[in-house]
């Protein structure tokens, strides 16, 4: 996804749901996203997957961040930006909404 301005709407503990319309399949470490209303689709990178599976799967920002410092050598602050801004934008695409 592309470099865009954001607005900063999802907060750090507000859970998200695909949008309707959104449709999901993982291939390999990466993920495709339909968007079967305006017949886009989106490629995700290996964390980009991660993050839409957790965010789908019911978990905020903040515990989406807890988890990729978990896993990988990042700071919780840089965790949790990159989980808004990827959320945020997402949410801007028409891909999630607030849940």
């Known amino acids: 996804m ?15 749901v695909a949008a309707e319309g959104a449709h999901a399949r ?3 470490d ?12 989106y490629g995700l990178n290996a ?8 965010f789908t799967a019911g978990r905020t920002p903040a ?7 978990a896993a990988y050598d990042v700071d919780f602050d840089r ?7 990827l959320a ?3 949410c801007a695409r028409g891909l999630l909404r607030k849940g």
């Open 2 to 16: 592309g470099e865009r301005h954001v607005t900063r709407s999802i907060e750090r503990d507000q859970r998200l």
């Open 47 to 54: 964390v980009g997957a991660r993050l839409w599976e957790e």
């Open 88 to 90: 945020n934008e997402l």
């Open 63 to 69: 515990q989406v961040a807890a988890t990729l410092v």
């Open 30 to 41: 990466e993920m495709i996203v339909l968007d079967l209303q305006g017949g886009d689709y």
């Open 79 to 85: 965790a949790l930006n990159d989980c808004l801004a």
């Open 26 to 28: 993982r291939f390999d």
